[in-house]
């Protein structure tokens, strides 16, 4: 069943409960005190025609009837203690006879209908003057049925106007109600049919404005996933290519020199050529099989940091890097503030190299490694005066394989491995590579480690 | 069309039923209670005095009440929105008897001192009507009587009867009070013009009613033309008499209500 239905069925059920019940109430609780209060007022009416006839008894008047008359009360009866009339003048129909009184003190009294009239009839016995008779007294009491029958005829109005306007109300709540659950259902159907872009709009503070909210926050987190996944799987096949790549081009210099070699009688000069050809591919090839060995190592997190001095740290390394630096021409200098960082030796040390070799790479002649320390962080970076990474390409600088200049890398015997592995090992030591470059002028690459004011060295 | 979508329609007739469903079966519990209460029958004990055969019922000796609960009664009586009702003499009470012939004995004294003319003794009246009431109590006099508190229900002199005599002359309103038979209001018309109903004046009316009741210790006097009023018993109570044209009214009031407090007989109507 529709939720529209169940809410309508609902509401008409209590509207017409709670309508049927104060009705029900409020006529029959107005009909009993009428009722009451139309007995107490024929018990009057008994009694004082009761005066009136005694009265007539003492002062010894004989047309009682017409005493009665006077005193306009002319529903009643006389009846002698054997039961025979004195005067009758009830209503027509009236049933014969005297109803039995259980003592001569008991006044009794019950409703009679007649036609389409109701009457209160009360009778007692009367003694006077030695004479004993039974009075018998009716009082219409017609007007408060009819009384009944108006309000229930008002009831009904108010009964069918408020249940009409109920089922009304209830239409448009409901529809109020249901609109945006269908929203919801349109958005996840569209969602399904893979537009992960459907959002709600967010409209009021309650359930249904919590659940649109909700249902924003689950489409934004599946759509992130989405394009994270779909990222990763462009990388993957971007990744595969590149190796593919990267395998086959050494591969095929490999194979055609050794062929060459094979087939055709070469000079002593030539053989030598081809064979430092097929060694620095080899070379290539071995260094390529470390790096990707190196990140599938780096992928596993069991790694353990210990804490060391900062300005040793890069001094030490500087001092280590220095050389191959001098040798490629590219002057490496260092600086850095005392700071206690946690690293893996052998890992920072890594990242810096790579980093160095990278700014190498790039053709710069002045390298500079510094560490400042900066509130709760310590600030490693490395800059240089190297070719620079164009806008578009430092997104994408850290994905293994990717090379900004592709020609020069292949020189250098790169396979655009080094920043990723670096990425990763800055991963490792809860920090990302910030890189800021200018085309032409160079380029500086940062991360902040965290670090512990406290435990500054003064 | 879909399950759903018949459930739905299923639904929103259940709706029109139940709608319809509460209407007969609220005309159903009413009919219901109409024919309960209509069938039901009751019964009333009524407590009424012995009857004696002559003299005042026991307890009304004749002696009058202080003048404080006289002006409590007079005060309950007249008190607004106080229904009256008839009702058997009780304990205490004067029997219809009895309180006709207090009504004649009393009538009887007024001629004797000249408040209502001696011929009107001697006419028999052809109609004569006795009733005795009762006032329900108000909020005021219950404050006023702490007997009525504990009782939820007046005292015996707080009912009264009201005699009337009537014949082709004059018609004779009298209210009594139900225990001592004292006529507290007496009101005379006389169906032709020209009829004098008494010989005194409205001031020495008042005395000779005054006397009457046994009330004593003077206050003021207010004289106009047709009404006289005076305070009796240190200003506990008034006693007012009006004359008019073919009228008389003789009666106790509530000290400082004059001529404009009137008293209503009252009898249960529609």
């Known amino acids: ?458 | 069309m879909s399950r759903v979508r018949v459930q739905s329609a299923a639904g929103v007739a259940l709706s029109f039923l139940v709608a319809l469903g509460g209407w007969a079966l609220t005309n159903a519990m009413l009919d219901w209670q109409e024919a309960f209460l209509l069938s039901s029958a009751g019964s009333v004990r009524v407590e009424s005095a012995p009857q004696a055969e002559t003299g005042l019922a026991g307890g009304a000796d004749g002696a009058g009440l202080a003048a404080d609960v006289m002006a409590r009664v007079v005060a309950a009586w007249n008190a607004p929105g106080a229904a009256a009702r008839p009702h058997e003499p009780t304990e205490g009470q004067l029997n219809m008897e009895q309180a006709i012939a207090a009504a004649k004995d009393g009538l009887s004294r007024f001629a004797v001192d000249g408040i209502i003319p001696q011929w009107l003794m001697g006419d028999e009246p052809a109609r004569t009507g006795a009733y005795l009431w009762e006032k329900e109590p108000t909020d005021r006099v219950i404050r006023q009587d702490s007997q009525s508190k504990i009782a939820a229900k007046l005292p015996p002199e707080y009912s009264y009867w009201t005699v009337t005599f009537d014949n082709n002359r004059v018609n004779v309103q009298l209210m009594l009070n139900a225990v001592t038979g004292e006529i507290w209001r007496a009101d005379l018309f006389a169906y032709e013009a020209g009829t004098a109903l008494t010989e005194l004046e409205a001031s020495d009316a008042v005395k000779a009613f005054a006397a009457y009741l046994g009330l004593g210790r003077e206050g003021p006097v207010w004289v106009a033309d047709t009404w006289a009023s005076q305070q009796f018993e240190a200003g506990a109570v008034d006693i007012v008499v009006t004359k008019g044209d073919r009228q008389l009214t003789l009666r106790v009031s509530e000290p400082g209500l004059h001529e404009n407090a009137g008293w209503i007989l009252v009898k249960p109507g529609r």
């Open chain 1, 1 to 458: 069943m529709r939720l529209f239905a169940k809410v309508f069925l609902c509401t008409t059920l209590v509207s017409t409960l709670a309508l049927s019940l104060s009705g029900y109430l409020l006529i029959a609780s107005s009909y009993s005190d009428a009722l009451k209060r139309e007995t107490e007022r024929a018990l009057d009416e008994y009694q004082y025609t009761k005066f009136s006839v005694q009265s007539a008894l003492i002062t010894g008047v004989d047309n009682l009837e017409h005493t009665l008359a006077l005193t306009q009360h002319a529903q009643a009866a006389l009846f002698t203690g054997d039961g025979a009339p004195v005067f009758s003048a009830l209503p027509p129909g009236f049933p014969p006879g005297i109803p039995a009184l259980a003592s001569p003190d008991e006044v009794r009294y019950h409703i009679e209908h007649i036609d389409r009239s109701r009457y209160a009839v009360v009778y007692g016995q009367l003694h006077q003057a030695g004479k004993e008779m039974t009075l018998v007294v009716a009082s219409d009491i017609s007007a408060i049925s009819q009384q009944r029958a108006a309000m229930i005829r008002s009831f009904a109005r108010v009964y069918l106007l408020t249940l009409a306007a109920s089922m009304l109300l209830t239409s448009v709540l409901a529809a109020l109600l249901v609109q945006p659950i269908k929203g919801l259902t349109r958005a996840s159907e569209w969602m399904a049919d893979g537009h992960y872009q459907a959002r709600l709009p967010a409209a009021g503070g309650d359930e249904i404005g919590e659940l649109s909210v909700s249902f924003n926050a689950m489409a934004h987190a599946v759509q992130s996933k989405i394009d994270q996944l779909s990222t990763s799987a462009r990388q993957r096949e971007d990744f595969i290519a590149s190796l593919t790549h990267e395998l086959k081009t050494p591969l095929t210099s490999v194979i055609g020199y050794a062929d060459m070699m094979y087939q055709k009688d070469m000079s002593r000069e030539d053989v030598r050529r081809a064979a430092r050809c097929i060694v620095d591919e080899g070379l290539r090839l071995e260094a390529l099989s470390v790096k990707l060995m190196d990140l599938v190592v780096l992928n596993h997190d069991d790694f353990v940091l210990e804490e060391m001095l900062a300005d040793e740290l890069l001094h030490d390394m500087a001092e280590t890097l220095e050389p191959m630096c001098r040798q490629r021409g590219a002057e490496l200098r260092a600086c850095a503030d005392a700071a206690y960082i946690r690293v893996d030796y052998d890992l920072f040390k890594t990242l810096l190299a790579n980093l160095i070799d990278n700014s190498i790479k790039a053709g710069s002649t002045l390298i500079q490694v510094s560490g400042k320390r900066r509130g709760g962080h310590y600030h490693v970076s490395v800059a240089d005066n190297g070719g620079g990474i164009p806008p578009a390409d430092i997104e994408r600088v850290t994905e293994a394989f990717y090379v900004v200049d592709k020609s020069r890398s292949r020189q250098a015997h790169g396979a655009g491995l080094g920043l990723a592995l670096a990425s990763r090992i800055a991963a490792i030591h809860g920090a990302a590579l910030e890189f800021a470059s200018e085309e032409g002028r160079g380029t500086c690459v940062e991360m902040r480690l965290p670090c512990d004011e406290e435990d500054a060295r003064e």
